[in-house]
Each structure stands twice: as C-alpha cells, then as structure tokens.
C-alpha cells in the first residue's frame, strides 16, 4: 500500500514459516480431536499439497454428514411422515417438505402465488426465490401423478435433499476460502451437530448458501458481487437483509461509503429483479409471506412463549410486533455503538454474527433449522471450538426438546415425550446458548488480544476492503482513529486443488 514500509526479512520469514494457521496448534479441543485420525500436524507437513488440499477436504466432510442428516431422517421417509402426526416426532425426523409438496400445490401442479390454495393458507408463505427452489424440485420430482401420493412425497424429500446438499456444500467451501490462512475453520460446519438434524426440514439453506458466498466475494473486495449474492438470500429469505446493517457501520468508521452504496444497489436490484415479475402479475400471493410473518401468533422456541405459558395470559399478536422490533432496534443500537466506539474496529463477521442471533433472540418464533443462519458466520465470527461445540450441544437439545414436546402435546392421553416445563428449559438453553457465543464476541471486540483470528495479527480477514483500513469516524475517548492498522496477509489462496500462496504485506 502506498506510504508504507515494505515488509521487513524478518517479517517475511516469520509469515512464510506459518502460512496457514493450523487449528491444532491454537485449539486445545481441536488438537485433542484431532487424536482420532493422528494427531496434531507436524511442524514439517507440506499443507495444501496433494489431490486433499483443506477445500477438498471440508467438502468430503460436508458431503459425509449431510449424508448421515439423510440417514438420520430413514424412519420417516419410510413411514413415519405419512401415518399419523406423533411418530415423526417421537423419531425426530420431521421435514416440512413432503408435507409442502401437496399441501401447497405441488402435487397438483399449481404455480406458486399465483394460483390459489385450497385451505387456510390461500398461497405460498414463502419469499418468492426460495418458491422458485420450491417449484424446481417439483418439476425435477419424475415420479407419474398415477402413482401413490406417498412415494411422489418421498421422491419429492429426495430430490430436495440433493438440491440442499448442493447448497451446505456451497456454504463449507466458502467458509473454508472467506478467511484465506485459516481453512480448517470449515469444518466446524460440517461437524456441526446441528446442521446435519436440521439441513433437511426446510429450505433456509438456499438463503444460507447464497448469504455465504456474499460474505466470501465482500472478503475478496467484490463489492458489487457482494450486492447481488445478498439481494438473491434476501429474496430467499429476510435474515441476510440484516447484514447491511453492521456493514454500514463499519463503512461508515472506515471512511468507505462509496463502496457500502455500490453493495446496497446491487442488493437491491437483485432482490427487485426476482421479485418484480411477481409482485406485478401476482400481488396477492407475493404479499403472502410478509402479511403472514405479521399475523403469526407466538410460536415454538421464543422466549414470549415462555412467558405466555408461565404466566398464563396470550399476548395479542400486535403487541408482540411491536415489542419485537423494539427490542431489535435497542439491540441494534448497542450493536451500531459497540462497532463505532470499540478501541479496534470489530470484524465484519462479529458483528454480522451479532445482529443475526439478535433478531433470533428477540422473534416471535424460533424453529430448530434457524440454527443454520448462525453457524457460518458463527465459525467466522470466533472459531473456537470448545465454545461453538457447547453452543452446538444447546441447539441440540433445543432440537431433541421441540421434538419431544410435540410428542407429547399430540399423542393423546400416552403423553410420550416432553412436558411444558421440559420444552421450557429447552427453549432457555437455545437461548442461553445464543447469549453465551454473543458475550464471547463482545468480549473479543473490546479485547481483541482474545479473538482468535486476530491471533496471527491479522485484523479483518472477511472484511475486504475494511482489512487494515485506517478509521475515519470514531466514537469514544478511547477509540484509536489512527492506530487500527495491523500487519495482515495476502494470502495464503486457498483453491480448489492448489497449494497455498501468498506473500506478506502491510495494508493500511
């Protein structure tokens, strides 16, 4: 960078001598994992080298257990989605999608939000891309409509399950590739015990997969492609919206505006251009989702659950609006102040990881495949394994607990499963969880000596063009306008089948 000093030997060799971080070495639970299949890597290995460079590697993973999640699913697929209610519960595999697949039209060929359902829901309640996933799988189901309806909705999980796994191998390759030295972080996504329960209930992983390649092209300073990516998940799903926010802000103390203008176009013409053709010829069912979102009721997994039990008393729909976005802009607010005020300025990965599990927190619903907005950037945000794997441990008793408790609630007078009082304390660990990585994160923006990926010195690997940029806004006594820089690394590239490069330099 101009007006900076060239990388002295000294800083060269020390940068060539580690040029990935290898998570052994850092992570005492990584290291003690890593018992199972040999050990630590030695001082000498040649990383990236050979036909299994990392990217490889978490991909095969990935691959590896979303087969297991499949597996895991068997005793519904078989039967359980199609006699009764309870037994896909008591199993724990239950899936929105083949029930979807005939009580939103699908099997009767209808097109999505613009033709009219019979029943309740009068059209598809979903954003108008993941619809499009939806109407694709469809149109891919080859099954004749002679056959029986059960093996047309088995066919239908299936073919799903491959477009899925398609996306959570997306969302591992870009993990691995967002922070170039550290792509053995990936496979705390595909380990999560939680992505593999919950890959297959619904289809967020679509929003997920395209919310993770926007964060890798904002890392490589595409801000543009960064834009559209971030556009096309909003128009799969709301939560990638919520990343502009804290972007915003980072800009806004980094002095980068122009390039938070160009992402915000790019994102909003992708989003209108999925949209546009929908909300002209078809505006009732493209309202669908959004009047839906607003007229749902207290539902499973939030804490206005909780307090509705407890004490007794509904709490109008209304109400719980509005205190919801209360609590987010608060939330928000104090997010937006952290960013502006901290000494250093925090990653973007933190603070998209924060807004994110803010809006989890405070929603009027939180259903188990939810968990799948969090992880990537949960693995960005701190990649530590004994806390992701304890936040990890919460989600899946919050993901046994719903399971149990609808078993319990539909299964007569056996009462099978989990009391009210039960599916409390699991809906207080989801949430205890959540607050537990958030607090971690605080403290790792207010003390960046802790953060992990800020260890090996560098600043904001998925950041782009805020990596090593010096601050133009600051709020605070204490914040340093001048003082953010730090020594960061171009490199090393992690691509598919090569070996990692890179040289050193001091950006800022």
């Not at 003690?32 to 036909?51: K, M, Q, T, Y």
């Not at 997969?209 to 709301?238: D, E, P, Q």
């Not at 206005?304 to 719980?320: A, C, H």
Request: hydrophobic share 50%; glycine share 10%.
């Amino acid at each position: 960078m101009c007006g900076m000093p060239s990388p002295s030997a000294e800083d060269t060799s020390v940068h060539q001598e580690r040029p990935v971080v290898r998570p052994t070495d850092q992570d005492e639970v990584a290291a003690a994992g890593s018992e199972l299949f040999g050990g630590r890597v030695g001082r000498w290995a040649r990383l990236g080298d050979g036909p299994l460079t990392p990217v490889r590697v978490v991909a095969l993973v990935m691959i590896g257990m979303f087969a297991l999640g499949m597996v895991q699913k068997i005793p519904c697929y078989e039967w359980a989605w199609f006699r009764g209610a309870t037994s896909q519960y008591t199993h724990a595999c239950y899936s929105d999608i083949p029930h979807l697949f005939m009580g939103r039209g699908f099997a009767d060929g209808l097109v999505p939000y613009f033709d009219r359902l019979s029943g309740d829901m009068q059209y598809l309640e979903y954003p108008v891309l993941t619809g499009v996933f939806m109407q694709v799988a469809a149109w891919l189901t080859l099954t004749p409509d002679s056959d029986p309806i059960q093996q047309r909705e088995q066919m239908y999980w299936m073919v799903n399950a491959g477009m899925l796994m398609i996306c959570a191998v997306v969302i591992a390759v870009c993990t691995v590739r967002t922070h170039r030295r550290r792509p053995w972080d990936g496979l705390l996504v595909a380990l999560a015990p939680a992505f593999v329960l919950t890959a297959t209930i619904n289809w967020d992983l679509l929003a997920v997969a395209l919310t993770a390649a926007a964060m890798l092209m904002w890392s490589r300073g595409r801000v543009l492609a960064f834009g559209v990516l971030i556009g096309l998940a909003t128009a799969a799903k709301l939560y990638p919206a919520l990343l502009l926010g804290p972007l915003l802000v980072l800009c806004w103390r980094a002095g980068r505006i122009r390039e938070f203008g160009t992402a915000l176009l790019g994102a909003g013409a992708a989003w209108l251009v999925v949209n546009l053709p929908v909300m002209v010829f078809a505006p009732e069912g493209w309202r669908k989702f959004y009047t839906f979102s607003q007229e749902r009721p207290i539902d499973f997994g939030s804490f206005w659950l909780i307090i509705t039990q407890r004490t007794g008393k509904p709490i109008d729909v209304e109400t719980v609006n509005t205190a919801s976005v209360v609590l987010m802009v608060v939330f928000c607010a104090g997010i937006a102040g952290l960013a502006l005020s901290a000494a250093r300025r925090p990653r973007f990965a933190q603070l998209a990881f924060l807004v994110v599990a803010a809006f989890v927190l405070t929603n009027k619903v939180y259903s188990p495949q939810y968990v799948l907005w969090l992880i990537p950037l949960a693995v960005l945000a701190r990649p530590a394994w004994r806390d992701f794997l304890i936040w990890q441990a919460c989600e899946v008793m919050y993901f046994l607990g719903i399971w149990s408790y609808l078993a319990y609630t539909s299964g007569g007078d056996k009462h099978q499963g989990l009391p009210q009082e039960g599916y409390q304390v699991a809906i207080a660990l989801h949430l205890l969880g959540t607050l537990y990585l958030c607090a971690l994160i605080v403290r790792d923006i207010l003390q960046p000596e802790k953060d992990p990926v800020r260890g090996d010195g560098s600043d904001d690997p998925s950041g782009g063009v805020l990596d090593g940029a010096p601050d133009a806004f600051v709020l605070g006594p204490e914040a340093r306008p001048s003082g953010h820089q730090a020594l960061t690394v171009t490199g090393p590239r992690v691509e598919w089948g090569g070996t990692p490069t890179g040289t050193p330099t001091r950006d800022g």
